[in-house]
């Protein structure tokens, strides 16, 4: 396990807060033998750096892709399957999968499909909470569109959510794109729409907990 080079500079500014935070409990609880108070606010300490660590955490995988798989994005949970009217690229009918990232999952996203990014564009906008209906078209995002080699295009948007404000963009138009391989980040709590053709058949269903490159989330 390793962790996200997006995390250094909030990782350091933590521990430079802690630490002053510490400093500052050993002057005043210690000093004074409040050592069950002293013991306590530590624990507090501890556990923010840890749940700081853990949002930044990459976990070692191994990628096992075929052709015609759709990997999984990201990690989270699956929120909706549905078919839909997609209008930002398509403007047509297509298969929905949403998942939800909590602020506990891996927020790392990735390449569901190999080949060549078609479309990538970012969009800024507001931020409801990653589960609301309009979160989709009207919240802070980014959309890539990646088209396979036998000419298959599959469009997938990050989404930021009420708590994840900032979203961190990779792709470029016109650059390959290998399945598996990193395309984005989003920071804190948010979501990932993949849009995928009628004819698909999807692997997943509602509710389902899933992991990124590792979940087979349809086959095309």
């Not at 989003?186 to 997943?204: E, Y």
Request: glycine content about 6%.
């Amino acid at each position: 396990m390793t962790l996200h080079r997006e995390g250094k500079n909030i990782i350091v500014t933590t521990v430079i807060i802690l630490s002053g935070l510490f400093a500052a409990n050993l002057f005043l609880f210690k000093q004074l033998e409040f050592a069950w108070l002293f013991w306590a606010t530590n624990l507090i300490l501890l556990t923010f750096l840890v749940l700081v660590l853990q949002f930044f955490r990459i976990p070692n995988r191994t990628i096992s892709f075929n052709n015609g798989d759709v990997l999984c994005p990201a990690d989270g949970k699956v929120v909706v399957i549905e078919e839909v009217e997609e209008t930002e690229y398509f403007n047509e009918k297509r298969i929905q999968i949403s998942i939800f990232m909590s602020p506990l999952n891996i927020h790392a996203n990735y390449h569901p499909i190999s080949g060549e990014n078609t479309y990538v564009k970012y969009h800024p906008g507001k931020f409801l909470v990653a589960w609301h209906p309009k979160s989709s078209t009207e919240n802070e995002r980014s959309t890539i569109v990646v088209k396979n080699e036998n000419g298959t295009e599959v469009l997938f948007r990050q989404i930021a959510g009420a708590v994840a404000r900032r979203i961190c963009l990779y792709a470029e138009k016109g650059q390959s794109a290998n399945a598996g391989t990193e395309f984005g980040f989003i920071k804190f709590g948010s979501r990932i729409d993949i849009f995928l053709p009628l004819n698909c058949q999807i692997n997943v269903k509602i509710g389902e907990k899933v992991k990124a490159i590792q979940t087979k989330i349809a086959y095309l």
